[in-house]
């Protein structure tokens, strides 16, 4: 975690707040869109259609693209890297006024780096690497050199990075422009994105509703085409949630594949729970792009921790072979509401007619005690360093910041013993999972050790619903579950939501606590029109099967269902 150059003489922390709202609109001076005045003074609650009716054609072209067809273009020299940055930073100028999404821009850097690889471009006729020119937007906890990491706490304002991130210097080295930086929630621990520093990140499809957390930066970002491609980080939800609320795709993979040095959280070096970085992008060849790029740099040769397996590009799925669907329509614990039961619905029942593909149901395994034992783990220290940096500037708990630390039952400062007991819950569990999937299997040789009809993918929610109201985003489970398990999971968007077909079960009588209090959540009218997100979950390491069985049902199903922009 990078440390403060000097000691600082105490400040109010509204004064050091509004420092950092002056500093993040210095950044966008100029590549700024003026608001017409009735934007000004009666924003609307969707804003997703404001930027094609602000910008210039040129901006809008590029900043459409997918980041596939952005570096097809830049490697022929179709486009220039100087032309594709000043766009998406005239996009991401504009998304920040609509979404409350960006903690700065970094348009000397960025524009330094496009003109370099443009230069180079033109002298040798060939791209530097695989992402030449391609613009990527950073998560503001993964550092980089000389910018504050301060991961959404006022008294960590003052903190520099001393050097980039190695996932960074893995980019870079690759040909990626990096253009902007975007917001996270105070202590990192939402699935909202607020902080005191710069308040509360919206939902461009609704400004009423959460872009997740706790990379909603990321997610509206994307979602307004403000970046295509961007760098999060996961360790109950945090690329899969804001991805899923916003349209886009959000990519979890198996931890100690994606290199972690380099970035900044509260007690950096506990690892009883593993964050993990990933992408979110525009389209799930972006995800792909991304993995690939790290990982052909075997970043495991200078950060010991990754596991040393290479990316394989070559897996594909094709007709000729069976795939073995789990459904998992309900943990248990809490019933999703109507618009994500509809989307997987439809999406079963197009499943169900490839003759390769067998459906079956996926019985959850206990997540009740899953969610014990990880909220057990999240904070061993009962959350004492993340108080000491909210306190410690006077600056107020944020709602969502409160409930998870003060207001759980399960973080408590641990004794060595009790970690341990929890560890090895933690460890017991996995296997107790572990056997539960392989149980699936039907058919085979268990003398050759051929598992015939295993279930290949978990397909599930995201979430107990869509995106929420905010400071309701108070139920981790669809998510956190697989954390736990250290499983990769891939989101996609499916639908949207349709006030008139997505109506509250009256029938349905929920069970107290929390599956009524999410049940009391849901207003077909509130929600209308909000992106609807599935998610995908595969075995650990099996992360590039995962990616490889979305892209054969995306082709095969035609998803997403609806337009997304």
């Known amino acids: 975690m990078p440390q403060s150059p000097t000691p600082r003489p105490k400040r109010p922390w509204q004064e050091v707040a509004r420092e950092a709202q002056e500093y993040r609109d210095a950044t966008m001076k100029d590549y700024e869109t003026s608001l017409p005045e009735p934007l000004k003074s009666n924003m609307p609650n969707s804003v997703m259609n404001i930027p094609g009716s602000l910008l210039g054609g040129d901006d809008l072209r590029i900043t459409e693209l997918l980041p596939e067809e952005l570096v097809s273009l830049l490697a022929s020299g179709q486009l220039s890297s100087v032309a594709v940055t000043e766009s998406f930073l005239r996009r991401a100028a504009l998304a920040q006024k609509l979404a409350n999404c960006v903690t700065e821009l970094l348009p000397e850097r960025a524009l330094t780096r496009a003109k370099f690889l443009d230069d180079h471009y033109a002298r040798y006729k060939k791209p530097i690497g695989p992402l030449h020119g391609l613009p990527i937007s950073v998560k503001e906890h993964i550092g ?25 210097e893995i980019l870079w080295n690759a040909g990626a422009v990096f253009h902007a930086r975007t917001t996270e929630p105070q202590s990192m621990m939402h699935l909202e994105t607020d902080s005191n520093l710069y308040g509360v990140t919206v939902n461009p499809y609704n400004r009423d509703v959460t872009s997740g957390g706790s ?14 491609l961007g760098i999060g980080s996961d360790v109950g939800g945090s690329i899969r949630n804001p991805a899923a609320n916003n349209g886009i795709y959000g990519f979890k993979p198996t931890a100690f594949r994606i290199p972690t040095d380099g970035w900044g959280y509260a007690m950096a070096g506990a690892d009883t729970i593993d964050s993990v970085p990933g992408p979110l992008s525009t389209s799930l060849s972006g995800i792909k792009l991304f993995m690939k790029a790290v990982l052909d740099a075997r970043p495991w040769l ?32 809490v019933k999703p509401h109507p618009p994500v039961t509809r989307a997987l ?25 899953a969610w014990a034992i990880i909220s057990n783990l999240y904070y061993p220290d ?19 910041t409160k409930w998870i630390i003060k207001e759980n039952p399960c973080v408590k400062e641990l004794t060595r013993g009790e970690l341990n007991y929890w560890l090895e819950e933690r460890e017991a569990y996995r296997k107790e999972y572990a056997n539960a999937w392989t149980a699936t299997a039907t058919g085979g040789n268990s003398a050759t050790g051929d ?94 099967k995962v990616l490889a069985i979305l892209e054969y049902i995306k082709e095969k199903i035609g998803l997403p269902f609806a337009k997304f922009p």
């Open 144 to 168: 980089m050199d000389g910018l504050r990491v301060h991961c959404g706490y006022v008294s960590w304002w003052y903190k520099i990075g001393k050097e980039d991130a190695h996932v960074l």
């Open 215 to 228: 990379s909603g930066g990321e997610g509206a970002l994307i979602a307004l085409r403000g970046s295509c």
């Open 302 to 333: 200078t950060e010991p921790a990754i596991v040393p397996i290479s990316w394989d590009s070559n897996l594909a799925l094709t007709d000729r072979q069976p795939l073995k669907v789990a459904v998992m329509w309900h943990d248990g614990v």
């Open 345 to 369: 619905s439809s999406v079963v029942e197009k499943l169900r007619s490839l003759s390769n593909v067998t459906i079956v149901d996926w019985k959850p395994h206990l997540h009740d005690e």
């Open 382 to 400: 009962g959350g004492e360093e993340d108080a000491a940096a909210i306190d410690s500037s006077g600056e107020p708990w944020r709602p969502l």
């Open 451 to 544: 598992l015939g009809g295993m279930v290949d993918i978990i397909l599930c929610p995201v979430g107990p619903g869509v995106a929420p109201e905010h400071g309701t985003a108070k139920y981790w489970c669809y998510t956190s579950q697989w954390n736990l398990l250290n499983y990769p999971a891939v989101v996609f968007p499916v639908s949207k939501v349709d006030a008139g077909v997505d109506v509250k079960d009256g029938a349905y009588e929920p069970k107290r606590g929390v599956d009524r209090d999410n049940w009391d959540l849901y207003d077909p009218h509130k929600f209308d029109g909000l992106p609807i997100s599935l998610q995908l979950v595969g075995r650990r390491y099996e992360d590039e």
